[in-house]
């Protein structure tokens, strides 16, 4: 019942504020407020959820379609429901920050950003294949708006690759997914078995290639997250990057294990490899978000990594990490947004010195730079950690990238921070460049808030995610001799 | 002495209820007043729509077993009742389309003909030998000719009228010469006798067989036989090309499907590799060419035959699934057709010249609810979640691939990935192109009059869009329903 609450809460927001004409304040107060909601739910949930319990729980089934076994059926697993909590507590953030930079045409942009809430929501509760498509499609939807219409000068552009790129990969997915159900006979991911098709589970594994993304199927990224509104970049990058890990975790690795096992170092190759030239690339942008841009492409190669190793270690690492990233790099795009309010660029050529007379700013900054390079003792590190730990089974190679990958972290969050506050002051930072106002700490502290908690308990996550190690056993076995 | 074949009223009475709406409507040119004329004429052919596809309902309630009507010339039975249903819908959202035009003369007469032509498609659908159904066919083309060429005073209209007459002329000339052929070859004009008739491989029936699929493909505009679509869609009276567009294309592919899996199953190898074929070439050709297009009723006109590829895909299948899929795949995709050329008939009436994508520039933002309603149609021929035409498709490549066409499912996919770029175009030009340019958009007349009936119209076809998702389930139930009637080995 929780989890189709999460689920329809939001959409019936959404309906409301595009039915009912309201003022602009209003909608936007009310949109707030439905975010707000969610972070709610989502904490009763949390209370109601027991840990040790591997069955899926708070779920809610309703069949859909019948003679297909096709069903409308949703819950949550432990790492799915920290995924969920992710997606509201960064929609809220997302929303509070709108609300603040004030968007016009007020009714539908909240109006989307709520439907699009939902629908990251559905993605991570749905338990049946057809149903998870439906809501892995519906995302795109306002995501396809809210870039188009809000975004900056080379939106239409943005939104054409965004689309054509996951929309390819989709509907490869959906050939997949007419192929494995049909064999099946159900679409349940409870009750379908395994697949040994290799050609199925490329469709799957394109999809959520494109969707993290990983390399080579990067070419969407930099111009859809640099074009749309900051908010909107920070739900992109923070959440909806994670429908591919829940797409691999919960499709995947359960349903494929064969394929995994055989694709696996090509997998983590091209994993490595995006970790590294993403985390390359980040360290050459120009300004402030194509850096966070590219970083999360690293990023999501280093959870590739993890998820791919297919041992505890590095599953919880990734379902730990896969938060961590979310909540820093939704920080770091709502800080730019900031940033660009005050001076109209992120451009680190007309940036820099900040730090001087805005304290509030220079310590919020600094902290989310220090999260986000991972420095040891932060969540970010205990996530790296374990997931370079997992995959050090399958070779010591994909390690010394993956701590390589730490290295150029390192370097490009110490060049974001002092890009922004330090070096000699920029030609845009002018006085009128006021520090945070308390509002605007409102939204980014309670994000790196989670960071630090986390950072002090990370096994809240890592250890309370998968109660036993299905994943792990079932591709095993199927590698067995 | 022949026999005078007992006749089964219950079963015709659709048909019949239409028929008598539109004698009404002509009356109505003659008797009513002319500024009655109008309301006269759309509330009787709207009426007759609505009572068709009532008694349709009643029909299909009541014939759980398929029968054979008046000497076998005629079915009674859930798929052409559930046809029924889908045709008279489309010709209902139809009238309502065409009340807030701005025709002048021959009113009487446009309700008239649209009745009729519905009524000629009712009859289509029943069909039970190739006597009918050629006779179902030309009654809804004739129709159909005069209604295109309606609008005298616009030169489009009349090229429309003429070029649909030559080309659909020829389909239907091509189809009778097939069924002569066939007739030839066994002897036989019912589809069962046929079906029990069958020499095999016979040159003659083959040849039947082919040039009956070539013009049945002609009325679904199907690639390569849809050269005629783009311009008579284009140049129709928009109301026309909303009701061509849902209900020709709906009674064309039932038919084919019914002719095809009950005449000639034997053949079926050959004929659901040529369906195949038709299928790709649909989806390849009109996917492509609506790419190029500028204006909204030509790309929606190639749009429609890419959408006759996906349903040629369901009856390429040839299995219960497959017919289910088309059944159901037909419900979203009359209601996003009807819509998305109501909301560009609105937009005509605003600006009082053609429908073009640069036109539309701002149109999401001054008509909230038409844009909108648009968004939804664009997303719902793209086979987006959340409308029908999501469910339809993923039928369709689930009875592809349940008769191992995987490969069609692949074109489908492709072919899908495609015409996202033209259907976003529509909601690109509506909501996202720079305010300067939306300056050469002038709207004739001051603010555009409030129309009704268009609302409603499109207002029905989104809740059936997003209705048809939602309540997936039941729907794609009758469509079982209807779908096993055929005989599927």
């Known amino acids: 019942m929780l989890a189709t609450l999460l689920i329809f809460v939001p959409v019936a927001a959404a309906l409301v504020l595009w039915v009912v004409p309201v003022a602009r304040e209003v909608a936007g107060g009310l949109a707030l407020l439905v975010a707000l909601v969610e972070v709610g739910l989502w904490i009763v949930a949390l209370v109601q959820f027991d840990f040790a319990d591997d069955r899926l729980q708070l779920d809610a089934e309703q069949e859909w379609i019948g003679d297909l076994g096709i069903s409308y059926h949703v819950g949550f697993y432990g790492w799915s429901l920290w995924l969920a909590g992710l997606t509201a507590v960064v929609c809220a953030a997302a929303i509070g920050f709108a609300l603040w930079a004030g968007r016009d045409r007020a009714r539908a942009y909240y109006g989307l950003m709520l439907f699009l809430l939902g629908s990251i929501a559905g993605v991570f509760a749905s338990q049946d294949l057809l149903l998870f498509y439906v809501f892995f499609e519906a995302m795109l939807i306002p995501l396809y708006v809210l870039v188009g219409v809000w975004g900056g000068p080379g939106r239409v552009r943005a939104t054409v690759v965004l689309v054509i790129y996951t929309m390819a990969g989709s509907l490869l997915m959906l050939a997949s997914v007419v192929a494995f159900g049909v064999t099946e006979g159900t679409f349940s991911l409870a009750d379908a078995g395994t697949s040994e098709n290799d050609w199925i589970f490329l469709g799957f594994m394109v999809a959520f290639a494109i969707k993290a993304p990983i390399f080579p199927f990067h070419g969407w990224l930099r111009a859809a997250y640099t074009e749309s509104p900051p908010e909107v970049a920070a739900v992109l990058s923070g959440v909806v990057s994670k429908a591919a890990v829940f797409g691999l975790v919960a499709i995947v690795l359960p349903h494929f294990p064969e394929p995994v096992a055989d694709f696996r170092g090509l997998v983590l190759t091209l994993a490595a490899v995006g970790l590294a030239y993403g985390s390359l690339l980040a360290f050459r942008q120009p300004d402030v978000r194509s850096v966070v841009a590219y970083s999360s492409m690293g990023q999501m190669g280093l959870i590739t990594l993890g998820v791919f190793a297919v041992n505890d270690l590095g599953l919880d690492g990734a379902v730990l990490h896969s938060v961590t990233h979310g909540l820093i790099s939704a920080s770091l795009f709502l800080l730019a947004g900031m940033v660009i309010m005050r001076c109209g660029t992120d451009a680190f050529a007309e940036l820099g010195g900040m730090a001087k007379g805005r304290p509030l700013l220079a310590t919020v900054v600094m902290t989310a730079g220090i999260l986000a390079l991972a420095v040891p003792g932060s969540a970010n590190f205990a996530g790296e950690f374990l997931i370079l730990a997992g995959v050090f089974d399958h070779g010591w190679g994909y390690a010394v990238v993956g701590a390589t990958g730490i290295v150029l972290a390192a370097m490009y969050s110490l060049r974001l921070i002092s890009g922004i506050l330090h070096v000699r002051r920029g030609p845009r930072v002018t006085d009128e460049a006021r520090d945070l106002r308390p509002y605007e700490l409102a939204l980014v502290v309670p994000l790196l808030a989670c960071l630090l908690v986390l950072s002090a308990w990370p096994a809240a996550i890592s250890e309370h995610s998968f109660p036993d190690d299905q994943p792990e056993r079932a591709v095993a076995e199927a590698t067995a001799p | ?489």
């Open chain 2, 1 to 489: 002495m022949i026999d005078t074949p007992s006749v089964d009223w219950f079963a015709l009475s659709p048909v019949l209820a239409l028929l008598g709406a539109s004698a009404v409507c002509l009356l109505s040119a003659v008797l009513v007043p002319a500024l009655a004329r109008r309301t006269v004429a759309a509330v009787v052919a709207g009426a007759g729509f609505v009572t068709a596809g009532v008694l349709a309902c009643l029909v299909f309630d009541a014939s759980a077993d398929a029968e054979l009507q008046i000497a076998e010339s005629m079915t009674r039975d859930r798929l052409a009742a559930l046809a029924q249903v889908i045709l008279a819908g489309a010709g209902a959202l139809a009238v309502l389309v065409s009340w807030g035009s701005k025709r002048r003369s021959h009113v009487g007469e446009y309700y008239s003909l649209l009745a009729a032509a519905g009524a000629g498609m009712l009859f289509f659908v029943q069909a039970g030998n190739l006597m009918t159904l050629f006779l179902g066919l030309e009654w809804f083309s004739i129709a159909l000719y005069v209604l295109c060429a309606l609008d005298t005073e616009r030169e489009g209209s009349l090229e429309a009228g003429l070029k649909y007459l030559i080309v659909g002329s020829f389909g239907s000339g091509i189809l009778l010469f097939g069924a002569a052929l066939t007739y030839g070859a066994t002897g036989e004009l019912g589809f069962n006798q046929i079906r029990e008739a069958t020499g095999a491989s016979d040159p003659l029936f083959v040849t039947g067989l082919a040039m009956m699929l070539a013009g049945l493909a002609f009325k679904a505009s199907a690639a390569p036989f849809h050269m005629w679509t783009p311009d008579v869609y284009q140049g129709a009276p928009t109301p026309v090309t909303a009701f061509m567009a849902a209900a020709t294309k709906a009674a064309a592919l039932v038919v084919t499907l019914r002719l095809l899996t009950v005449a000639f199953p034997e053949q079926e190898a050959m004929w659901t590799a040529a369906v195949a074929v038709l299928a790709v070439a649909s989806l390849a050709i009109g996917n492509l060419a609506a790419l190029a297009q500028r204006d909204v009723k030509r790309m929606l006109a190639y749009s429609s035959v890419s959408h006759a590829g996906f349903m040629l895909i369901a009856i390429a299948a040839d299995n219960e699934l497959g017919a289910q899929a088309l059944l159901y795949y037909l419900i979203p995709y009359a209601a996003m057709s009807i819509g998305a050329f109501g909301v560009v008939a609105a937009r005509e009436r605003e600006l009082g010249v053609d429908v073009t994508l640069e036109r539309l520039e701002g149109f999401g933002w001054e008509r909230p609810f038409f844009g909108a309603a648009m968004w939804v149609f664009m997303l719902g021929f793209a086979g987006f979640p959340l409308t029908g035409g999501f469910l339809g498709k993923f039928y369709v490549f689930a009875a592809a691939f349940e008769s191992g066409w995987w490969w069609l499912v692949i074109v489908g996919a492709l072919a899908t990935a495609l015409s996202l770029y033209y259907y976003l175009g529509v909601v690109r030009a509506m909501y996202m192109r720079p305010g300067a340019a939306g300056a050469r958009a002038i709207v004739a007349g001051g603010s555009p009059p409030f129309d009704p009936a268009l609302a409603v119209a499109v207002g029905v076809s989104v809740a059936v869009t997003i209705g048809s998702f939602v309540f997936g389930g039941p729907l794609l139930d009758l469509a079982q329903e209807a779908a096993e009637v055929l005989p599927f080995s």
